[in-house]
C-alpha cells in the first residue's frame, strides 16, 4: 500500500465530514464532532484560508483516507489526525505522520490523545513523540475525559 500527502482540496471535505460522523472513531478521539454538514464545512474553509497552519490530505493508494494537520493554538504547535475507520489498523496513520513530522516548522510539537486510543499513543510514539502530561476535563456528556500530551 502506498501512502501520501497533499495539500487538502475543498473536493476531500464531503469524505472527511462522513469519517468524522463515525461513532467509533469519535469514542477513540474523544471528540464529538460535527453533526452540521454547513458547520463542519465553515469550520475547514476557514482553516484552509489560515496559511500559518499545514493541512494535508492522507491518501492510500490514490484513496483518500484521512486527514492530518498542524495548527498554532494558545503559542504551542499542536498535530491531529483522523483515519477513516474503514482504513484502522493498516499502519497508514504511522506512516502518513512519519511523512508529515518533517513538515512541520517548528519544535516541540504536541499531540493530545486519550488515554484509551492505544493505537493512536504507538503510533505518536513510533514517529518520536514522547509523554509530557496528562490533563482530565468533564465532556459535554459530564464524562471525564482523561488525555495524554505527547511531545516531539
Known sequence: ???TLREVREEDLPIFFEHQLDPDGRRM???PGR???DQFMAH???CLGDKTGVLNTIEADAQVVGNIVYWVEADKGKIGYW????YWGKG??????AQFVPK???RPVYAWVVKHNLASIRVLQKCGFQLDGEESYPSSDGTIVEELIMKL
Do not use: C, H, N, Y
Open 83 to 86: 483515519i477513516g475507520k474503514e
Open 35 to 37: 453533526d452540521d454538514r
Open 104 to 106: 512541520i516548522p517548528t
Open 29 to 31: 478521539a474523544a471528540f
Open 44 to 46: 475547514w474553509k476557514k
Open 92 to 97: 497508514i496513520a504511522s506512516v502518513a505522520l
Open 1 to 3: 500500500m502506498t501512502v
